[in-house]
């Protein structure tokens, strides 16, 4: 059974930081392409930013060089370092496994107030 387990979401004045964790079971880590999506409230989902099984990554504009996706093979787990957050990025952060098949995490709330 996969499970992807995101951790590390919650209330952040804005110019401040969060690390939102990722832990997956039940895929073949390294050999998953894997991203941050987020939901605001009345929105559609969007994407965030995704870092290949190469390391190779990609932002969506609204984030550039403000947050950083990692991965840890040897844990299983991809991490989003995001500074200087701002009001904007409130949302629900979910992360996603792809390779023939994807998969979504549960959510977890990110809130940054001004």
């Known amino acids: 059974q996969v499970q992807l387990v995101e951790s590390g979401g919650g209330l952040v004045q804005a110019g401040g930081s969060l690390r939102l964790s990722c832990a997956a079971s039940g895929i073949i880590f390294s050999r998953n392409s894997m991203g941050w999506y987020r939901q605001a409230p009345g929105k559609q989902r969007e994407l965030v930013a995704t870092?290949?099984?190469?390391?190779?990554?990609n932002y969506a504009d609204s984030v550039k060089g403000r947050f950083t996706i990692s991965r840890d093979n040897a844990r299983s787990t991809v991490y989003l370092q995001m500074n200087s957050l701002k009001p904007e990025d409130t949302a629900v952060y979910y992360c996603?496994?792809?390779?023939?098949?994807?998969?979504w995490g549960q959510g977890t709330q990110v809130t940054v107030s001004s």
């Open positions: 870092i290949t099984i190469g390391g190779t990554t």
């Open positions: 996603n496994a792809k390779r023939i098949a994807q998969y």
